[in-house]
């Protein structure tokens, strides 16, 4: 064995290493951060040390959070010219707080603008349609396009509310959102109900049958 081919693999093996023992996902390694990683680090050669901890959480934090900051402010200018689309979602967190994200979304990307605590409030149509009236403001309302949102009545009423006050501005209800509802309704049907549970009971038994196994082997 040639001594490149002996230095590329103490180089692979050191790399696979470092994913076992820190427990890494494989498929980082088709990220284009880690490739982009290696190729500097192999262009500065046998100097180069890794930065400290202290570095990643500090200055090198502050630095790329800079960074993230510039790659979204060429996002934002697009908004001005193709437009762009506001996404808003409710859900609950781990601390069981009711949240509501928002994201801004068009050909060039999406952002995640702002999640919004929403606990202790009646969430009215009302109260929602305040909260995308402030974030349409924000984004400029010559930019926005339109507002996707769930098919939860409140969310429906603030949409139509939306579109009052902005003529110019289309309410889309979610599409996914649709047919997870609509597959809910058709799991409803007496006859598909039948067969529905009854996969629902071998799925769990194949899988509680698989962890079992995988616990003695």
């Not at 994913?19 to 996902?25: C, G, L, N, Q």
């Not at 180069?48 to 200055?59: E, H, N, V, W």
């Not at 529905?196 to 196994?213: A, G, Q, R, W």
């Amino acid at each position: 064995m040639s001594w490149d081919m002996q230095l590329r693999r103490k180089a692979e093996e050191a790399i696979a290493r470092f994913f076992y023992a820190e427990d890494i996902p494989h498929g980082k390694v088709e990220s284009s951060f880690f490739n982009d990683m290696l190729k500097v680090v192999a262009n500065v050669g046998p100097s180069f040390k890794a930065p400290s901890a202290y570095q990643l959480r500090k200055k090198l934090l502050n630095g790329e959070i800079k960074n993230v900051e510039v790659d979204l402010m060429e996002i934002k200018e697009y908004w001005k010219t193709y437009g762009c689309t506001i996404v808003s979602d409710g859900w609950t967190d781990i601390r069981n707080r009711s949240i509501v994200n928002v994201l801004v979304s068009s050909m060039y990307g999406t952002i995640f603008l702002k999640s919004i605590d929403t606990s202790g409030h009646i969430k009215t149509g009302e109260y929602i349609f305040n909260i995308l009236k402030d974030v349409i403001i924000e984004v400029g309302p010559e930019n926005v396009v339109q507002v996707c949102m769930d098919n939860v009545a409140n969310f429906v009423v603030a949409g139509h509310m939306i579109e009052t006050k902005w003529p110019s501005i289309f309410f889309t209800r979610c599409t996914c959102h649709c047919l997870d509802l609509l597959f809910e309704d058709i799991a409803k049907c007496a006859w598909i109900e039948y067969y529905f549970v009854i996969s629902l009971e071998n799925n769990c038994f194949c899988n509680k049958k698989t962890i079992h196994f995988g616990i003695v082997s």
